[in-house]
């Protein structure tokens, strides 16, 4: 029997769950409506091993926030009433046969990286349910992502014509262009269009600011501003280095 790990990004699934219910504060009806989600998630994937990654809620922005202090620090915190469900959620998702993982000192999306690019490495199939597009600089021949409220794979054809680039250059194009919602600024006058001209003739930042054929027109704002490109794009890289503590043994999946 082949090996598929699914991995469940769990705020990210949460949350949107969540905000579409008519009543916020009925956090018994987001664990149904949930566990309805995660059933029809278990028919589609069929995994022999299974685990929800979640932030841990109390920590600080980790660090990313060390290295740009302005990173997502206007972000909206959690609802209330979510926030004291949530152990109430894990819980029911445990009796789905779904185990958690609590992220200590670094972003879920790290925890994640890390688990699939490992799993994936060994030739084994990993899907991420997930609708961070974030995830998609990790695709890989056995690496796919999953975005289950579009219905839609987040895949190579998906990133070419939402970005224009390779899923290798994400963090690259990022660096560039900045992401607005994340607080990272890239480089000032460096849009969408610019960055994908850019990576169209050279692979990643570094290469193009050292080409001396370098159109004028970005010269300038690569001399003024290569820092924050770094920056920005050592922020919206992924780890996939992060100490696990537990093997796939572990969150072999079992439904009653």
């Keep these: 029997m082949s090996l598929h790990l699914v991995i469940i990004d769990a705020l990210n699934l949460i949350r949107r769950v969540h905000s579409a219910q008519p009543d916020p504060t009925d956090i018994a009806r987001t664990i149904t409506t949930t ?9 589609e994937s ?16 980790g660090w990313r926030a060390e290295i740009l202090p302005g990173y997502k620090a206007n972000r909206k915190p ?12 894990q819980q029911a998702w445990w ?10 000192g670094d972003e879920a ?4 990286a890390t688990l699939a690019v490992k799993v994936a490495s060994h030739g084994e199939k990993v899907t991420i349910i997930s609708t961070d597009k974030g995830y998609c ?8 992502i999953r975005d289950y409220f579009q219905h839609r794979w987040l895949d190579e054809p998906f990133i070419e014509k939402e970005f224009g680039v390779k899923p290798s250059q994400l963090a690259d194009y990022w660096g ?14 460096i849009g969408p269009k610019a960055a994908k001209e850019i990576l169209t003739l050279y692979p990643d930042i570094e290469t193009a600011y050292a080409a001396e054929d370098l ?4 010269r300038k704002k690569f001399d003024e501003h290569i820092e924050s490109a770094r920056v920005s794009k050592q922020v919206s890289a992924l780890k996939t280095d992060i100490e696990l503590g537990f093997n796939l043994q572990d969150i072999r999946f079992t439904q009653d």
């Design 35 to 43: 566990g309805r989600t995660l059933q029809r998630i278990l028919n």
């Design 78 to 89: 959690m609802p209330e009433p979510l926030l004291q469900g949530l152990d109430s959620i």
């Design 46 to 61: 069929h995994p022999t091993h299974i685990i929800a990654v979640f932030d841990h809620h109390l920590q600080d922005r």
């Design 95 to 104: 009796e789905l046969g779904i185990d958690s993982l609590l992220s200590d």
């Design 109 to 112: 999306d790290d925890l994640v």
């Design 176 to 189: 560039l262009t900045g992401v607005s919602s994340s607080q990272v600024p890239g480089i000032p006058g």
């Design 137 to 144: 600089q990790l695709l890989s021949p056995t690496l796919q």
């Design 215 to 218: 159109a004028n027109k970005y």
